[in-house]
Structure formats: C-alpha cells, structure tokens
C-alpha cells in the first residue's frame, strides 16, 4: 500500500439537515493502492459522507483535500474532474442497453458530424473489463438486462474506472448477490486496489470487509470512532466500535495502532 500523503483526505467535515446533523468533525482517508471500508450501523452517516464527497450534500463546514491540496466540491461536476467516482447500490444501468451504451452513457463519443464511434467505444469497453480480468460476460453487446447481479456490478464498476478515475467508491457492492457473484465482485474489488486506485468500500458484510480491506473506518452517529489496519483487529472490535462506540484505535499506514 502506498505510504505518501492520501489521495483523498477530509478534515473536520460536517454536515447538517435542518437540526439533524449528519456528520460531525470527521476525519477520513484513502490512499492509492488502499481499499479503505467503511463501516457502520444504520444512520451512522454513511451515505451522507459518501455523497458529500460526491458533491451531492456539500459538506458545510471542513476541509477536502486531494493529493494533499485543498479543493472544492461543490457539485457532482467538481468530483468527476478531480476522478472520484461512485458507484451506488442500485447501479444506475439502463436495463434496456447494451454494455457499451451503459458504459458510455451521458458520455459518448461522437466524429466531428456527431455520429457516434462505435466502433471506438466497443474496443475501450472490452479494453476496460479486460484489465480488470473481467471475464464472465460473453459480448460487450449484451443488454444489461441479460447479465446477472454480479456481471451487473462489474459493469457499474467498470464505467467508474474507464473515465480516468483516481478513487473508486463502492456501495454496498456485493448486497443480494449469491456466492459466487459475491466472489467475483470481491475480486474486482482487489484488482482496483492491486492496480493503485483508491478504494472505498461500503459494507454491512463484515467477513467481505475483512478479505478485501487494508483498514477499516467506524462510523457510529455521525463521527469516527476508529480507524483500523484490518490485519491487526477482529471483527468483534469492529461490532463493538459500530455498536458502542467504545473503539478508540487509530491507525495509520504501517502502523499498530496507537491509543485515541
């Protein structure tokens, strides 16, 4: 895992509906060539966080770094040109299209007389899954509505990282899908991390946590209890950190965890 300054960083964010407040003083990290999970239990802010650093929810108050800069994201728009990248639990796929068309939906490439290059975004298409060892899918010209929920997120996946992206963020990637789906998705998950992406991963399943995760953000009422290396916790630590509250273990990089 790359030990340089995070791709992404947030300082003391916070967020507020009305007199809920969602997010308090949250400190958060990914680095290049790190899964980072990111865990709680309903309500912890999860979804809040996520879709701030989105751009969806700016954050009120705080500081977002990227490779140690600070930036502004004030929209979707400002997320997407530094290379941020969400994939959210429902996917966002057009049933109705190929694989091809969901993956250069909004973003298609036209000639000068505005036909489109479709010959030019099959090859990118299958160029993408290829490196991400995407194998289970027979023909990029598949209608989405043909692919199974693993091959689904695959291609979800696959979209987020065609466009240049730096950090890959995952909801919930591997909900309702079936053992064998599960195992692939887990993989890719890997393959993201293995080639230097930033990657955060959402998850209730603790055991999907603990084989892909290099460490392991607790999130419990809208602040961060702790922050672990995954090789040097369990999950008992993590359900009492999301529970209770009572985990104070931060850890860096190469680090064994200091006291809170």
């Known amino acids: 895992m790359n030990e340089t300054s995070p791709t992404l960083q947030l300082r003391g964010v916070s967020k507020a509906f009305g007199s809920v407040q969602a997010l308090q003083d949250v400190d958060f990290e990914v680095r ?57 639990q429902d996917l966002a796929l057009c049933d109705n ?6 993956m250069y939906l909004g973003r298609e490439a036209h000639d000068v007389i505005f036909r489109l290059k479709e010959t030019e975004m099959e090859r990118r298409t299958a160029e993408t899954l290829q490196t991400l060892a995407v194998t289970t899918i027979r023909s990029t010209r598949q209608t989405v509505a043909t692919l199974s929920g693993g091959q689904r997120q695959s291609v979800a996946v696959a979209r987020a990282v065609m466009w240049n992206s730096r950090v890959v963020i995952l909801d919930e990637p591997t909900a309702a899908l079936g053992v064998a789906q599960t195992r692939q998705v887990l993989d890719l998950v890997k393959r993201l991390g293995q080639q230097g992406l930033a990657v955060v991963l959402i ?18 009422l809208g602040r961060v209890v702790g922050v672990f290396e995954t ?3 369990n999950q008992q630590e993590i359900v009492s950190a999301i529970t209770a509250g009572k985990a104070t273990k931060i850890s860096g990089p190469g680090d064994a965890g200091v006291e809170a």
């Not at 299209?97 to 969901?102: E, P, S």
């Not at 998850?203 to 419990?220: G, K, M, P, Q, W």
């Open 32 to 88: 290049d060539g790190e899964v980072m999970a990111l865990v709680g239990d309903n309500g912890a802010g999860k979804s809040t966080l996520i879709k701030s650093i989105a751009g969806i929810h700016p954050f009120d108050s705080g500081e977002v770094l990227f490779d140690g800069k600070p930036v502004q994201i004030h929209g979707p728009k400002d997320a997407a040109r530094l290379g941020i990248e969400v994939v959210y």
């Open 231 to 233: 090789a040097q916790t």
């Open 203 to 220: 998850s209730h399943n603790l055991y999907d946590v603990f084989e892909v995760a290099d460490r392991i953000t607790v999130l419990r």
């Open 97 to 102: 299209l190929d694989v091809v068309q969901n």
